[in-house]
């Protein structure tokens, strides 16, 4: 439970997230438009708003596999130590993969979990992200879609959470501590 007390600030607003999710989904069918079937990888907890939505908007045959991946834990930093809490269920060699990320800040959960997917030798592995902070970014990494740039602000919302909270918020959200 956080321990300062704080508000949210309406950032992106869940009809602005909609009409981003269906022009990203139109430039990833066309991305995979030649696939028999496209694995759907969300990054666990922060992306299971997001794959949802994007999944909705795939005109393509999906399968949906999740991993779990913290660098987190209960704070605002990054312990920059990325564990794997859940690994895929199923095998990605030689198959089409849409690795589904919340935010990439750092960038150092993103670019173990891509290096960690690509030992795996899939056919074509390509990146989305909900939202991208540039202005954090410690390692080389990018997401190869992007529905928003944010600034270096901490947010919650649309299945991004502070401490187990906030993520049934239908936008995204700025936290501001009070």
């Known amino acids: 439970m956080p321990t300062r007390p704080y ?17 990203l989904a ?11 079937k496209l694995i759907v990888v969300g990054l666990l907890r922060g992306s299971f708003v997001f794959i949802a939505d994007v999944v909705r908007e795939l ?15 209960d704070g605002t930093e990054s312990s920059r130590e ?6 895929l269920r199923g ?8 690795l589904v990320e919340d935010i990439v800040d750092t960038g150092i959960t993103l670019k173990h979990v891509v290096g960690l997917l690509n030992a795996r030798k899939p ?13 954090r970014r410690e390692v080389d990494i990018t ?10 602000e901490f947010v919650v919302g649309y299945g991004i959470d502070f401490a187990q909270r906030n993520r049934n918020l239908p936008y ?4 501001r501590f009070t």
Do not use: C
């Not at 393509?60 to 596999?65: I, T």
């Open 59 to 73: 005109d393509l045959p999906v399968e949906v596999d999740f991993l779990e991946a913290s660098s987190y834990g």
């Open 26 to 36: 139109r430039e990833i069918h066309d991305a995979y438009a030649d696939t028999d």
């Open 7 to 23: 508000v949210i600030d309406e950032m992106i607003s869940a009809k602005t997230i909609a009409a981003q999710i269906e022009d």
């Open 82 to 87: 990325v564990k794997i809490m859940k690994d």
């Open 91 to 98: 095998q990605i060699h030689g198959k089409d993969v849409l």
């Open 123 to 135: 056919r074509k592995l390509k990146t989305i992200a909900l939202l991208n902070k540039q202005a």
């Open 172 to 175: 995204i959200g700025k936290v």
């Open 143 to 152: 997401a190869d879609w992007v529905g928003f740039e944010i600034p270096d």
